[in-house]
């Protein structure tokens, strides 16, 4: 894949550039979110996120421009161009780049803010530092934008709240020896594209201290679904530690059908105190499962302190597992330890045929993912979820 030069790199194409050209602009480039891609994705999806964004660039930058990477392993990056020529649409043409690639989800998360400064050039001062004076007040005119991005982000988010505009989409969860429906996942989208994903509206919501209005809305939409599941199936619905300090929380509707999906935004601290209020739940009849085990929080701990019916194997362990005997081993282990424990696995994030034959010959009991979800549309709030899927070929 091509590479982008640093400032230090391009610094004699920069003087060239000046040389053509004169006084010289800085468009500054920061993906807002661009880490979220790999907290979620992993660290592979996001390096190739990042290889279509140097190739968008490059293919965006003409004769009187030059792209550059302000940190080769980082997302933030900059367009040198002539004063009097300003590339066009550069966010809206990254963006179309990333969602051809990548799709919809992912180029949500990719939100661009740009901010912009001049270069000019003094024969009294020497170049390099003009250079990296510009690139950093270009940054700091991206964070000034960012900032009323964010302040326009919240004011978005709380009339959403008001106005219910979010959907959920039924992800179907399913038994990986014969492909039947076992369940689904409930997952709450904001109808506006910049609040699309779970995780920017909670992270939003965060800031502006609306974590429990928010999670109360997408519960009682994704419970309208619980009635129109299949015999048997279950409703995997996502449930953070700090919701169960709301004096509001409940989940009505049959236990026996509900699933409490743990999703660790931040730490749990207090376990003995946590389990307490879970165990009131499990005391009725619901299940419990953990998040992401094997990323972030969801580690070792809290599977052994929660001791969960469900263990939900993050993306990361089964992204390419096909072709890599560590992660094998690491979900192998997961399966026996599962089994002794009267738990399940499920993989999550199962794209490729090669990556679901490889977790179903580990034993692993549940998959989820896109490989498995594939031939299905988006199932708004109102729609009632597929009785089943049929069983995906090995």
Not at 279 to 287: E, I, P, Q, S
Request: proline share 5%; charged share 25%.
């Amino acid at each position: 894949m091509p590479v982008l030069p640093t400032v230090f790199d391009a610094r004699d194409a920069l003087r060239v550039l000046a040389r053509d050209h004169g006084d010289l602009a800085v468009c500054y480039l920061n993906f807002v979110r661009g880490a979220k891609v790999e907290e979620i994705y992993g660290w592979e999806k996001f390096d190739a996120v990042m290889d279509t964004v140097t190739s968008g660039l490059l293919d965006i930058v003409s004769h009187n421009a030059l792209a550059i990477a302000i940190n080769p392993q980082d997302d933030n990056f900059a367009i040198v161009h002539a004063l009097a020529s300003e590339p066009h649409d550069v966010e809206t043409r990254l963006a179309a780049c990333i969602e051809s690639a990548h799709g919809e989800e992912i180029a949500a998360l990719c939100e661009i803010v740009t901010g912009r400064a001049e270069l000019r050039v003094d024969p009294r001062m020497r170049f390099e530092r003009i250079a990296y004076r510009a690139v950093r007040e270009a940054a700091g005119a991206a964070r000034s934008v960012e900032q009323r991005e964010r302040l326009r982000r919240i004011a978005e988010l709380k009339s959403s709240i008001q106005d219910r505009a979010i959907y959920i989409d039924y992800h179907p969860i399913i038994s990986a020896p014969n492909g039947t429906v076992f369940g689904y996942e409930a997952l709450a989208r904001g109808t506006r594209r910049g609040l699309r994903r779970p995780e920017v509206m909670f992270e939003v919501a965060a800031e502006a201290n609306l974590i429990w209005e928010l999670s109360r809305l997408c519960r009682s939409a994704a419970l309208d679904g619980l009635a129109r599941l299949g015999p048997g199936e279950l409703l995997f619905l996502n449930v953070d530690p700090h919701d169960f300090a709301d004096p509001n929380f409940d989940l009505p509707g049959d236990p026996k059908r509900l699933v409490i999906e743990i999703t660790e935004r931040i730490a749990i601290k207090d376990y003995p105190t946590f389990r307490e209020r879970l165990n009131a739940f499990r005391a009725r009849g619901m299940r419990v499962a953990v998040d992401d085990a094997g990323s972030g929080f969801a580690g070792l701990g809290s599977i052994a302190n929660l001791e969960p019916n469900f263990i939900k194997l993050d993306i990361s362990l089964i992204t390419g597992i096909d072709t890599s005997s560590t992660k094998q081993h690491l979900v192998e282990t997961m399966v026996r330890f599962a089994n002794e424990q009267g738990a399940m696995v499920i993989a999550e994030g199962v794209e490729r045929a090669e990556e679901f034959a490889q977790v179903r010959r580990l034993g692993v009991h549940l998959v989820q993912g896109f490989y498995v979800d594939r031939s299905q549309p988006t199932i708004s709030r109102s729609t009632r979820p597929s009785d089943r899927l049929a069983a995906p070929s090995p």
